[in-house]
């Protein structure tokens, strides 16, 4: 009796054992499959890792070669500035250079049409026979014609000529154009003669 309920004890272990054994036995299987299922994934993930290293890469070559590009238009482009910058100080200086040449000729020009009467003291005329029979005078009076007209001197004119051609005198125009000496009249020069109302008209 004893044998028998060893031999049934032995028995019940031995399949205890085998069913314990069977169950850690698919918990393994289960749990290299799983391992397998995450290697394979893992290995997709460093595939996709390096095609995306590469496109990085060949983007990362692209913006150098723009970048380039780009610093050499910023030179080509300094380079441009610069010269423009250049021609324009130097059409400055032109411009400045030329607008002092005309008002330096405009000046002469005034000059030349009319002189700054002198501040003289209006007092009896002083009077010198300077040979042509202008005299040559040092003060000068107002009292002349206030009517008149304007003549530009010509090459070859003269006082007493100017005053015979246009009906005047000496004296008047002398004195309405503060000229001291007669033979001082200068070609271009704009002078104003008095003329004396005719009243037979």
Do not use: W
Request: with cysteine; charged share 20%.
């Amino acid at each position: 009796m004893k044998k028998i309920i060893f031999t049934l004890g032995a028995l019940t272990l031995l399949g205890f054992g085998a069913l314990l054994f069977g169950q850690q036995g698919d918990n393994l299987n289960m749990h290299v499959a799983n391992l397998s299922e995450d290697m394979s994934l893992l290995t997709q993930q460093v595939r996709q890792l390096r095609l995306d290293q590469e496109s990085l890469q060949q983007e990362n070559a692209a913006l150098r070669v723009q970048v380039e590009s780009l610093k050499a238009q910023q030179v080509a482009l300094s380079k441009a500035v610069d010269g423009f910058s250049k021609n324009m100080q130097s059409q400055s200086a032109d411009l400045f250079k030329q607008k002092q040449e005309i008002i330096d000729t405009v000046t002469k020009q005034l000059d030349k049409i009319s002189r700054p009467a002198p501040a003289a003291p209006q007092k009896k005329n002083a009077s010198a026979n300077n040979g042509n029979g202008s005299p040559t005078m040092t003060s000068f009076s107002q009292d002349y014609p206030k009517n008149g007209v304007v003549y530009t001197v010509e090459k070859g004119d003269t006082l007493s000529g100017v005053a015979q051609k246009l009906k005047s005198s000496c004296k008047d125009i002398q004195n309405a154009n503060h000229i001291g000496n007669p033979k001082d009249l200068r070609v271009g020069q704009v002078l104003f003669i008095p003329q004396k109302e005719n009243k037979n008209e």
